[in-house]
């Protein structure tokens, strides 16, 4: 089970951090995404990362102003977010792939928390 947390409503510049905590003791092993979806759109890939931590993806979009990180010992991965624009908003969904690797395809994911509302104003 994921559990995301850490949405809100903030202004056009500001940093959120969104976390996503895993019920279990397999979450070291497999790889962690970060996706989201607006309104009335397909859910976008934003941030993975491998099951170590030592090597991260993320969307052109993001690059440079996100970061995604994970914590194994709290079975928790985060997602960073600075300078965020209004395009950000959506609900933000983690996402536990299907293997160790840090993937951009949802449909390699097999677990998926519910979702936590980034919305940014502008």
């Known amino acids: 089970q994921l559990q995301a947390s850490g949405g809100g409503l903030v202004q056009a510049g500001d940093s959120l951090r969104l976390s996503c905590t895993a019920s279990?003791?397999?979450?070291?092993?497999?790889?962690m995404g970060w996706f989201r979806q607006a309104p009335g759109k397909a859910r976008e890939f934003v941030a993975a990362?491998?099951?170590?931590?030592?090597?991260?993806t993320l969307a052109d979009s993001v690059k440079g102003r996100f970061n995604i990180s994970r914590d194994n010992p709290k079975n928790t991965v985060y997602l960073q977010m600075n300078n965020l624009v209004p395009d950000d908003t959506g609900v933000y969904f983690c996402?536990?792939?299907?293997?160790?690797?840090?993937?951009?395809?949802?449909?390699?994911?097999?677990?998926w928390g519910r979702g936590t509302l980034v919305t940014v104003s502008s």
């Open positions: 996402g536990r792939s299907r293997d160790a690797w840090d993937r951009s395809n949802p449909s390699e994911y097999r677990y």
């Open positions: 990362i491998l099951w170590s931590g030592g090597r991260t």
């Open positions: 279990g003791r397999s979450f070291s092993a497999y790889g």
